[in-house]
T-cell receptor, first 112, second 115 residues
Framework: DSGVTQTPKHLITATGQRVTLRCSPR?????VYWYQQSLDQGLQFLIQ???????AKGNILERFSAQQFPDLHSELNLSSLELGDSALYFC???????????FGPGTRLTVL | AQSVAQPEDQVNVAEGNPLTVKCTYS??????LFWYVQYPNRGLQFLLK??????LVKGSYGFEAEFNKSQTSFHLKKPSALVSDSALYFC?????????????FGTGTRLLVSP
């Protein structure tokens, strides 16, 4: 167990809908990262937050947004969902300037 | 730009035999290198990392990896494979000389250890 928690484990929704994925980092970790794992794209970095502020952006679609709250948990919001958004979404956390990212169990999103 | 290549989609090995999972990387600066393992329906578990110093890095579950700067490689090894090692293995790189902390992953190598 990495200490990173993600909810829900599974999410099934329809095209055009909006969902929110939640992540709680390990105790003491200030940085949160979101990654998407899909069959065609592999593991792709989406976005990083550090202590409530956006630090880096990767291949994140405009339909997706994220935030990190004062208690350091993070949410990834996916809107206007398309079939191609079906994937496993991982959250990871690290101590800033620390080099190891610890991953949560992921949320499997299925868009029908 | 950073990139990682894992040239083998799958590696097959018999239990008790040594295993190697290959990884080569490309970064503009100096690398931080990582190996993660993913079991079915589970998240990524950290195995080991190379930051600096000794080129041979030891990690969890008896795994080790050797950093080779001239060959830009970071192959994962284990002297004696177990059936329970069967899983998907990912190599990842981060450029030490930039402020970005994102990891760039390879496509993964499926390890199958037969009894």
């Amino acid at each position: 167990d990495s200490g990173v928690t993600q909810t829900p484990k599974h999410l099934i929704t329809a095209t055009g809908q909006r969902v929110t994925l939640r992540c709680s980092p390990r105790s003491g970790d200030l940085s949160v990262y979101w990654y998407q794992q899909s069959l065609d794209q592999g593991l792709q970095f989406l976005i990083q937050y550090y202590n409530g502020e956006e630090r880096a952006k990767g291949n994140i679609l405009e339909r997706f947004s994220a935030q990190q709250f004062p208690d350091l948990h993070s949410e990834l919001n996916l809107s206007s969902l398309e079939l191609g958004d079906s994937a496993l979404y991982f959250c990871a956390s690290s101590v800033d300037r620390g080099n190891t990212q610890y991953f949560g169990p992921g949320t499997r999103l299925t868009v029908l | 730009a950073q990139s990682v290549a894992q040239p083998e989609d799958q590696v097959n090995v018999a239990e008790g035999n040594p295993l190697t999972v290959k990884c080569t990387y490309s970064v503009s600066g100096n690398p931080y290198l990582f190996w993660y393992v993913q079991y079915p329906n589970r998240g990524l578990q950290f195995l080991l990392k190379y930051i600096t110093g000794d080129n041979l890095v030891k990690g969890s579950y008896g795994f080790e990896a050797e950093f080779n700067k001239s060959q830009t490689s970071f192959h994962l090894k284990k002297p004696s494979a177990l059936v329970s090692d069967s899983a998907l293995y990912f190599c990842a790189v981060r450029d030490r000389d930039t402020g970005f902390q994102k990891l760039v992953f390879g496509t993964g190598t499926r390890l199958l250890v037969s009894p």
